[in-house]
Antibody, heavy 123, light 110 residues
Framework: QVHLVESGGELIKPGGSLRISCAASGFSFSDHYMSWVRQVPGKGLEWIAFISYSSSYTHHADSVRGRFTISRDNDKNSLYLEMKNLRPDDTALYYC????????????????WGNGTTVTVSS | QSALTQPASVSGSPGQSITMSCTGTSNDIGGYDLVSWYQQRPGKAPKFLIYEVNKRPSGVSDRFSGSKSGNTASLTISGLQPEDEADYYCCSYVGRSTLVFGGGTKVTVL
């Protein structure tokens, strides 16, 4: 069965750094683009980053570019999000997501979601 | 890139059909057939419902259907059921390797 399990979320002070992780199982991890999507409690979804199969291509949303970095380790079937200079408005539930596309290099859709890990930025 | 515009809420009685909209611009929805829809029940992770405007992934009920006209995409739920009560989000490719979600529509089954 396909599973994505996020971990590493915690309470962190403004300006701090944190790395969250996602463990994938039940599918060929290295064959899929992967993304992070976040959701502020009670609010909508925000796509924040994706990474290609071999990590050769990444892209981050304007709201996090320069502060957040997506990465992956295909040998460990794991996805990561390194977050620096955290701000209170980064407080959210962070979802690890598998990308799906009609063609191999497509990443436009998100077909498998984890249950999320909560990051709280507060003094 | 601004979020796509969705109505805050839509409601209907069991058995009815409802349609919700997702409005963008010619730079996103109007420019690409790369629209998807997701259902999020309370306290749960989103579920993939529709891709490429009107295609259903395996296992998704055919009561859900998608369409697009100009800069607006739509999701229709036919034969509304109590378990359809959830938040629904549209998403579109907007160019420059960027994906954007709508603000979400809360569906209430009366």
């Amino acid at each position: 069965q396909v599973h994505l399990v996020e971990s590493g979320g915690e309470l962190i002070k403004p300006g701090g750094s944190l790395r969250i992780s996602c463990a994938a199982s039940g599918f060929s991890f290295s064959d899929h683009y992967m993304s992070w999507v976040r959701q502020v409690p009670g609010k909508g979804l925000e796509w924040i980053a994706f990474i290609s199969y071999s990590s050769s291509y990444t892209h981050h949303a304007d709201s996090v570019r320069g502060r957040f970095t997506i990465s992956r380790d295909n040998d460990k079937n794991s996805l990561y999000l390194e977050m620096k200079n955290l701000r209170p408005d980064d407080t959210a539930l962070y979802y690890c997501v598998r990308n799906f596309g009609v063609n191999r290099d497509d990443y436009y859709y998100m077909d498998v979601w984890g249950n999320g890990t909560t990051v709280t930025v507060s003094s | 890139q601004s979020a796509l515009t969705q109505p805050a809420s839509v409601s209907g009685s069991p058995g009815q059909s409802i349609t919700m909209s997702c409005t963008g611009t010619s730079n996103d929805i109007g420019g690409y057939d790369l629209v998807s829809w997701y259902q999020q029940r309370p306290g749960k992770a989103p579920k993939f419902l529709i891709y490429e405007v009107n295609k259903r992934p395996s296992g998704v009920s055919d009561r859900f259907s998608g369409s697009k006209s100009g800069n607006t995409a739509s999701l229709t739920i036919s034969g509304l059921q109590p378990e359809d009560e959830a938040d629904y989000y549209c998403c579109s490719y907007v160019g420059r390797s960027t994906l954007v979600f709508g603000g979400g529509t809360k569906v209430t089954v009366l």
